[in-house]
Every structure is written in C-alpha cells, then in structure tokens.
C-alpha cells in the first residue's frame, strides 16, 4: 500500500453514491416508499422521473432520478442475483462496440443489458445546468459504463466528483466486473479525463471486479486463426484509439478502466497512467489472488448491503473459474 495517496473522496460520498446504487435492487412505487433511499435529508430530495425492468433482449433494472437540491441527475443501473453465471457464461463472447472505435470489444452480454434500457439514458437531457452521474453496482455497474460511455460519445462530457460532482457527468461504480477490452477501456478513459470524474470502487477482495478474465492463446496463431480467420488483422487498422494499443498476443481481452478507490480497513486511491490508458494497478485489487476472492466481499459496499444470496438460493454460490479450452488458458 505504500506510495498510494488517500483521495480527496470521503466515505461519506462513497455512501451516498453507494446508495443511489444500492436502490436500485429496491422495489419501490416512489422515492418516498423506498426505505434505504431515506437514509440522509440529502437523499430524500430526488424524485424519480424514470424506471424501467426489462427482461427481452437482456435483464436491465434501473431508474433516473433529479437531486434539485445538488442539481443533479443519476442514472442507477441493477446487479443480478446470478452475477456469477453471467459473467462466466457464453455471453462472455465479445461485441464490437462503439460502432466508431475501430478495435473496441466489449461483452455481449453486458452490452445486451444496457440496449433493453439505451432509450432512458438520453431522457437525463432535459435538465440544464445539472451534472449527470451514472452508478450501479455489479453488473449494473457494468451497464453504467455502457451508459456513460454512449452518452459522451454523443457530446462533451466532463466534471468531478468533488463537491457534488461540480457539473457535467460522473461514473461510480461497485463491484463491477470488467467491461471490454484495452481499446475500450482506454476510449471510456478518455471520456472522463478529469481526476475525479470517474472511480471504480472494489471492496476488499471482491471476486466480481476479477472478472471476466482474458483468454490467451498457448498456441498463438491456432486460436487468432480459429478466433477471426480473415479478419484477424482488422485491429491493427482504424481509430486513433486502437491506433496506440500495442499489438498483443490476447485472444479474448478484458481489462478495467477508470479509477478504482480500494476499500479495505481504509481507502486507498489507485491512479491511472498519464495517457489515459487502461493499466489496473497492481498494488491495489490486482495484487489479490483467485483463492483470495470472495463474494462476500461483493455484497458488502459503502451505502449497499445485500443480505440475501446473489446466488439466488439464500447463500452466495461458488463456481468454479473456465480452465483450458483447446490451445487457449484464461488468465
């Protein structure tokens, strides 16, 4: 932990963003009747303009709601009770998303979500003046990636968090599972250049920030070749973004992006490199290795408390990671 700075971010803030995540798993006809949503004067002042709970397509719950008193717009996106399956299961498969970032991949599955909720994102337009802030935790932390990401790649984002978000758009995540590949990764960094525009908040050893992992060939040229067959050298062409990745050996890439605030017995800030690329850094949650994990861990952030299993049997439930699958290992 040495060499790390404390971020001007306090726990209280945590606990407020958290809650606005932690709602979201609430079914509530209104602001008034969702019971953790009352917790602080602050957040007794936002009204719910939007809700949706999509099952077609891709499961997606979530609501808008305006904080007046902040000026504020959040987005909030669910988790799932099956966190697990979803990220392990064939859907990890990849999507290539934005359609204008040349080499941006993202999971198909996480990208099938946030599609069955895309039309309430460009409703938070109407409110001038006002900052917009996407949360979620678990995968509807990976859906408001998506969101952030397809909002400012429409216009101009910026902003932070201190003081309220200060304007413009703001992304807090918990526990969420990575999103994409480095393209990706990098392309959402550049979005939100501020140093307090964008956290990505991990508990302890949180086994849903771990993943999905990145598949790698031990046979390079058998799985590109079974991978994308013609096509496998189209990354090496397009966006300025693609443009400064390095060629890698990576058969299926997943990497973090944004900023990550490390919550363990004290929080911990852990930076990004100065160009904006996607780097997880490896004294922070990075350094935790898989029989460490734990999905208690996952249930348990500032502002959110999941007593029940997200295993969706009363208990969480273990899984066991993909192993070798022909000439390529996940790492």
């Not at 598949?215 to 300025?240: F, K, N, Q, Y």
Request: proline letters at 4%.
């Amino acid at each position: 932990m040495d060499g790390l700075e404390l971020p001007r971010l306090t726990l209280s803030e945590l606990e407020y963003w958290g809650r606005y995540a932690g709602a979201a798993y609430d079914e509530f006809e209104d602001w008034e009747t969702c019971g953790r949503c009352q917790a602080t004067e602050d957040l007794r002042q936002t009204v719910v303009v939007a809700k949706w709970s999509t099952a077609a397509g891709g499961f997606s719950r979530g609501y808008v709601g305006v904080n007046h008193r902040r000026r504020q717009v959040v987005v909030a996106f669910r988790g799932t009770t099956h966190v697990l399956d979803t990220v392990t299961d064939a859907r990890v498969l990849q999507a290539r998303w934005p359609p204008h970032v040349n080499g941006s991949l993202v999971h198909s599955g996480f990208l099938a979500a946030y599609r069955s909720a895309q039309r309430h994102v460009g409703g938070v337009d109407g409110y001038y003046g006002y900052s917009v802030a996407f949360v979620g935790h678990s995968l509807g932390g990976a859906q408001a990636v998506l969101a952030m990401a397809d909002y400012c790649g429409a216009r101009e984002c910026g902003g932070g968090l201190g003081g309220g978000l200060g304007g413009g758009v703001a992304l807090v995540t918990f526990g969420a599972p990575r999103v994409g590949n480095r393209v990706f990764a990098t392309y959402a960094n550049s979005l939100l250049p501020g140093k307090e525009a964008s956290w990505r908040v991990v508990h302890g050893s949180d086994m849903v920030a771990q993943l999905p992992r990145s598949l790698v060939p031990t046979e390079h040229s058998r799985c590109l070749e079974h991978a994308h067959g013609s096509d496998a050298s189209e990354h090496a062409h397009g966006s300025d973004v693609a443009a400064q990745m390095p060629r890698s050996p990576v058969l299926m890439e997943y990497v973090h992006g944004d900023r990550e605030v490390w919550v363990r017995d004290r929080i911990a800030l852990c930076g990004v490199s100065p160009a904006l690329r996607a780097e997880e850094d490896p004294l922070c949650s990075a350094s935790v290795h898989s029989w460490q994990w734990s999905m208690w861990d996952h249930m348990e952030y500032p502002g959110i408390s999941l007593l029940w299993g997200l295993g969706g049997d009363g208990g969480p439930r273990a899984r066991s990671l993909p192993g070798a699958h022909r000439a390529c290992a996940w790492i």
